[in-house]
């Protein structure tokens, strides 16, 4: 008898989404996107999205896939916004006699299905944009508006605690230390696909170019187009600047394999202290290994 749910989830290119799919074509299930880029539409390749190189439809393989390419670029998700979404999409696949398999290396995405997220209050579309445009305006000045146990440097955290202190006037470490909510219950079995370092470097590293050649530079375009923060996805401020001709693309490819590499070592830490898995793949996939998730959950 397999689980109610799953999440799957590991560092970029360590082969989730591959196992996600494996997975739902043996058991019925419904793959529910949990990756804070890849819920963007017209950045798939750049996102490494199941749906790069295809069609964005509703299913791959008869297989349903839910919260991929869903928000424009000029849009905007919070945490919370994510989590109702998702909460959503697990109850229609159950509903619809399926299993929610929830797939994606966001940390923060992963933690909020888990664990639930804390009580913050709605924001105003208004409040949202100006903190916004205050963090990018100067991110420094942004961050003395914030209490000194605030840690993250992302933009896009700063923004959403500063934009929750403007709206109410209170901290968003204050709404943090109040009991979480709306985790999925019974908590999904927790897959990690957790391939060695040097698996992953050699993986990227064939990976980055096909991106490229697969149309990166068109997303890039429209990526400009849409005033997107680069920032948050990583391959978009090495097309973009390769674009307005600031870099050759050689040192746009060099750069972009970099920081995803730095970025999948950053995962692999958080995962190693943070995540909980029930099951863990220490390689790259193989069919033997969804018969082991089988066996074991």
């Given at each position: 008898m397999h689980a109610k749910s799953y999440i799957i989830t590991g560092p970029t290119a360590s082969g989730k989404s591959w196992v996600a799919h494996k997975l739902a074509m043996r058991i019925n299930?419904?793959?529910?996107?949990?990756?804070?880029?890849?819920?963007?539409?017209?950045?798939?390749?750049?996102?490494?999205?199941?749906?790069?190189?295809?069609?964005?439809?509703?299913?791959?393989?008869?297989?349903?896939?839910?919260?991929?390419?869903?928000?424009?670029?000029?849009?905007?998700?919070?945490?919370?916004?994510?989590?109702?979404?998702?909460?959503?999409?697990?109850?229609?696949?159950?509903?619809?006699?399926?299993?929610?398999?929830?797939?994606?290396?966001?940390?923060?995405?992963?933690?909020?299905?888990?664990?639930?997220?804390?009580?913050?209050?709605?924001?105003?579309?208004?409040?949202?944009?100006?903190?916004?445009?205050?963090?990018?305006?100067?991110?420094?000045?942004?961050?003395?508006?914030?209490?000194?146990?605030?840690?993250?440097?992302?933009?896009q955290r700063v923004a959403r605690a500063l934009e929750v202190f403007l709206q109410t006037g209170k901290h968003i470490t204050e709404f943090q230390k109040m009991p979480r909510i709306n985790a999925i219950l019974p908590t999904p079995r927790r897959i990690l696909v957790n391939p060695p370092l040097d698996v992953l470097r050699e993986r990227i590293a064939l990976r980055v170019p096909e991106m490229v050649a697969d149309g990166a530079w068109g997303e890039g375009r429209r990526i400009i187009a849409a005033g997107w923060d680069t920032r948050r996805a990583i391959g978009a401020p090495q097309a973009c600047a390769y674009i307005r001709g600031e870099i050759t693309m050689e040192q746009c490819i060099e750069n972009w394999i970099t920081k995803t590499n730095q970025y999948a070592k950053r995962q692999r830490t958080w995962f190693r202290t943070q995540f909980c898995a029930d099951v863990e793949i220490p390689r790259v996939p193989r069919d033997e290994d969804v018969e082991y998730i089988l066996n074991q959950c």
């Open positions: 299930g419904t793959i529910i996107n949990c990756d804070s880029v890849q819920i963007y539409s017209g950045i798939e390749n750049i996102s490494a999205s199941p749906f790069a190189g295809r069609q964005v439809t509703s299913d791959i393989d008869g297989v349903p896939y839910r919260l991929f390419s869903v928000l424009d670029l000029d849009k905007q998700i919070s945490v919370m916004e994510y989590l109702n979404l998702a909460r959503g999409e697990y109850d229609a696949a159950i509903g619809a006699g399926r299993v929610p398999i929830f797939v994606g290396g966001t940390g923060y995405y992963v933690n909020a299905i888990i664990n639930g997220i804390s009580p913050i209050p709605d924001v105003s579309l208004q409040t949202r944009m100006r903190a916004r445009e205050m963090v990018m305006t100067d991110i420094a000045l942004a961050r003395k508006m914030l209490p000194t146990d605030f840690v993250p440097t992302d933009p």
